[in-house]
Every structure is written in C-alpha cells, then in structure tokens.
C-alpha cells in the first residue's frame, strides 16, 4: 500500500472502528477533586467513541464494533451513540455481568486523578463470530486501538478481524493506545503488538508506546523509524515536543498549539480523528497534521472527551488565532 492508495481508502468515507466506548464521569463545578465531590456530570467515552465523534463531525460515516454492558449504563452508551451519529448496528450487549468501561475523571491539572474501571470490561468480550457477522471486508478503512488487544477473547477477534482486513485490501490505522493495567506484561503487550502491525498500514503512539513495541522503553523512537519502512505512515508523538510524521521517506517534524488545558485526557482520540477527518477533507498530510494537532490542543481545554470535540470550522478558526510551536529534531 502507500499513502495515496490509504487516502483513495479514506475518501470512500465508510470506516469502521473497533474498540471500546464507555462513560466518563466528571466531579462539578471543574476543578473539583473527586473525593469533595457532591455533583457530577456524565458524557460519553473511551477512546474508539471518542474517535468516531470527532471523525463524523469532519463528514465522516462511522460504525462502531465492541460490546457493551447489558445494563443502563450500556444502553445509555448506545442513546449516545445515536446522539452524536455513530452507527450503533454492529455493537452487541454483554451479560455475564460484565460492565462498561467507566471512569472518574477530574476537569485539573494539579495532582490529576482519572480512575477507570475495566475489571470485567464488556468490550474485551468481543468475539470471533462478532467478527465474522460484522462482514468487516465491506468497509473501506478501519480504526483500532490497542486497548482492543489486552485480553481474549477481544484479543483474537480484533486479530482475526486484520487478517480479514489484510486480505481484501483494507487499510487499517491502529492508535497503541497502551494501559498497562490491562495486560498481562509489558512482554505480552510487546508480542501481541507486534503481530498486530504486520497487518497495520499506520500506527500512532508516543515514546513509551513505541517503547512497548520495541522491548525496550528508550528504543521508542529507533523503533518507529524501523516501523516506517513497512507501514505508510508512522506518528511519534512526544507530548510538548510535538510529534515526527515518517511518511513517503520524509519525516515531518510538527510542534503544538501552547493552551492552557483543562484537563490532560481526550487528545490523542481528537488527534486521531482529526488527522482522518483532514484527510478526508482533501487537506493533505502536512495540514493534516497540523489540524489533529489544533484539535487535540481544542480537547483539553474543555469539560470532557466526546463532547469536546471540535468541528473542522471550529479548529480553523483556532489555527488562525494561535500559533503552533516549531517541531524539535
């Protein structure tokens, strides 16, 4: 594949995200902690909901693949799915007692707390027959994170799921996404991603993710470099130091928008979407970039994830209001 054939994929504007969605909930007024907490407000979350919000209001067409608990909380994700147009039909409701991925999460900076609960989690008993009825080689592109590969039977599915891809064609973008708590080892989170990427066409993360990858946590960046000459397109993200885009044999160095944030949660799923709602829209990578970056910037000034995510007239007009930082080599 190449970058252009991945854009030819992305225009047909039919992408499939598999992962997770849960609820976020945030102690109020912002800047309450969470233990002095007596009201608080919930939104829709986890990082494939939060993509696919962003992604759709570029114009996007989004079904979502995971599973949710077979309770209110569950059906309270799909009401809100619905709210914000993403395709619910694929989604399947987990018994067993299984329970959505929830979080507490605090609108701060200082002394940040967000709590997840994932013991249990619903999406992670996404299963190879939810593969097989998802008829994955009728999408055009598809969007994983890594969070999807921490456990079975999620693990083998979404696995499945890109030999499927591999084989009709399909570019696949995956965010590691890494959660150490979910994973057995850092040894397995390793192997596992590595079997992943041969089926990937692009791969998203920062330095202790890449780190993940490569066995070793300082040979992030030595790692992505190598990765960029199998996958079309590699995004090393390094925090306040921008990112390193290493496409088409280039490496694009881009800084960030400076803001005084919120909150530190939600950027990396508006980056994500952001970059492919670009795309979509005919930006070319450079651009691209540089408007998931605005709209990550967006994101963490703002009370929540999905509901924080910025239209492509809201990020152009910010662009043009602040400045981006120069890219560090």
């Known amino acids: 594949m190449s970058l252009k054939f991945l854009i030819s994929k992305?225009?047909?504007?039919?992408?499939?995200?598999?992962?997770?969605?849960?609820?976020?909930?945030?102690?109020d007024p912002p800047g309450t902690k969470t233990e002095q907490a007596t009201n608080f407000v919930s939104h829709l979350g986890g990082s494939s909901a939060n993509m696919g919000v962003e992604l759709v209001k570029f114009g996007g067409s989004c079904s979502l693949l995971t599973r949710v608990s077979d309770d209110a909380l569950g059906k309270l994700v799909l009401n809100q799915l619905d709210l914000y147009g993403i395709n619910k039909n694929l989604i399947k409701l987990e018994k067993k007692e299984a329970r959505i991925s929830f979080a507490i999460v605090?609108?701060?900076?200082?002394?940040?707390?967000?709590?997840?609960?994932?013991?249990?989690?619903?999406?992670?008993?996404?299963?190879?027959?939810d593969i097989v009825s998802a008829q994955i080689q009728n999408f055009d592109f598809i969007l994983i994170t890594g969070t999807s590969l921490a456990a079975e039977p999620s693990r083998s599915a979404v696995l499945y799921s890109l030999e499927i891809a591999k084989k009709n064609n399909i570019p696949v973008v995956m965010d590691i996404d890494y959660r150490p708590y979910t994973w057995e080892s850092d040894e397995k989170a390793s192997e596992i991603y590595n079997i992943a990427i041969k089926n990937c066409s692009g791969v998203i993360g920062n330095d202790e993710e890449f780190g993940i990858l490569a066995g070793k946590y300082k040979e992030g960046f030595n790692f992505a470099k190598k990765l960029s000459s199998i996958c079309d397109l590699i995004i090393y993200k390094k925090g306040e130091k921008g990112s390193i885009t290493f496409v088409e044999n280039k490496e694009i160095?881009?800084?960030?928008?400076?803001?005084?944030?919120?909150?530190?949660?939600?950027?990396?799923?508006?980056?994500?979407g952001a970059l492919i709602g670009a795309l979509l829209k005919d930006y070319d990578i450079e651009k691209s970039i540089e408007i998931g970056s605005a709209a990550a910037a967006i994101v963490v000034t703002k009370v929540g994830c999905s509901p924080a995510m910025p239209n492509l007239e809201e990020i152009l007009d910010f662009i043009k209001d602040n400045k981006m930082s120069e890219g560090e080599k």
Do not use: C, W
Request: proline share 6%.
């Open 253 to 272: 160095y881009k800084g960030i928008f400076p803001v005084t944030p919120l909150k530190p949660t939600g950027a990396g799923d508006a980056f994500m």
């Open 106 to 129: 605090e609108s701060t900076i200082k002394d940040h707390q967000s709590i997840i609960y994932r013991h249990n989690a619903a999406d992670l008993f996404l299963n190879h027959q």
């Open 10 to 27: 992305i225009k047909k504007n039919n992408f499939l995200l598999i992962g997770r969605a849960g609820i976020d909930i945030y102690p």
